[in-house]
C-alpha cells in the first residue's frame, strides 16, 4: 500500500525483454536501502525488486501489467516516479493508493497558472471509471485533487515542488499516464451496479 507522495524518481538505465515479460533496471538515490522482495510503485504500478547491485536495481513487469500501464513504454533514460510502500506508523499524507493502474489517460493539455500548472488527462470511461471534484486520484503515482471533473477527462493543479520532483516536468501533450482511481470511489461504484442489477 502507497500513499502517492513520491519519495524520489529514478532514471531506467537499462530495459530488458524476456517471453512477454521486461526487465527494467533503475538508478535510484535510495537503491542501498533496498532489498530484494520490497515493493516499490514506478509510476504508481507496485513492483517487486528481483535483483540488487547498488545504485541499481531491478524489477520485472509481466504482459498484463505492460499492457494496463505506460511501463511498457519506458526507455533508457526515461524518469520514473518512486515510492516505496507505506509504513503502518507513517503519516498518510496523500490518499489510500494500492499500486494498481486501472488504465491509462494521455496528457491534452498543459497550462502555465502564473507559477502552477494545470495538467488536463483524458481517458476512456467504458472502463467503468469515474472521478468527482475535489476527489482523489494518482496520476503515474502521484496523489492528487480533481478539478473540472468531465466525464472523460479531468485536470490536476501542480506546485512547483511538485513539478520539480516528480516526473511531470517531463509531460508534453501526448504523453501517457497510469491512472488509479480511488478506491473508495471504485467500491461504491461496484455496489451501485449490484443494487441496479437487483
Request: charged letters at 20%.
Amino acid at each position: 500500500m502507497f500513499s502517492g507522495i513520491v519519495e524520489a524518481t529514478g532514471r531506467v538505465i537499462a530495459v530488458r525483454e524476456e517471453q512477454g515479460n521486461k526487465h527494467f533496471t533503475i538508478e535510484a538515490p535510495f537503491t542501498q536501502e533496498l532489498r530484494i522482495d520490497q515493493s516499490i510503485a514506478h509510476n504508481g504500478v507496485c513492483l517487486t525488486v528481483v535483483e540488487l547491485e547498488a545504485p541499481h536495481y531491478t524489477v520485472t513487469a509481466i504482459r498484463e501489467t505492460l499492457i494496463k500501464s505506460n511501463l511498457g513504454e519506458l526507455r533508457e533514460g526515461d524518469l520514473v516516479n518512486l515510492e516505496r510502500s507505506m509504513r503502518p506508523d507513517a503519516l498518510l499524507d496523500g490518499h489510500i493508493v494500492q499500486g494498481h493502474v486501472d488504465q491509462t489517460a494521455r496528457c491534452t493539455a498543459i497550462t502555465e497558472a502564473d507559477g502552477s500548472w494545470y495538467y488536463t488527462f483524458e481517458y476512456d470511461s467504458s472502463a467503468g471509471n469515474i472521478t468527482v471534484e475535489k476527489g482523489s486520484v494518482a496520476v503515474n503515482g502521484v496523489s492528487l485533487t480533481v478539478v473540472n471533473s468531465q466525464p472523460d477527462s479531468f485536470q490536476v493543479a501542480i506546485i512547483p515542488y511538485t513539478h520539480e520532483h516528480t516526473n511531470f516536468h517531463t509531460f508534453r501533450v501526448g504523453t501517457t499516464v497510469n491512472l488509479e482511481f480511488d478506491i473508495v470511489g471504485k467500491y461504491i461504484t461496484k455496489l451501485m451496479q449490484l443494487y441496479r442489477v437487483k
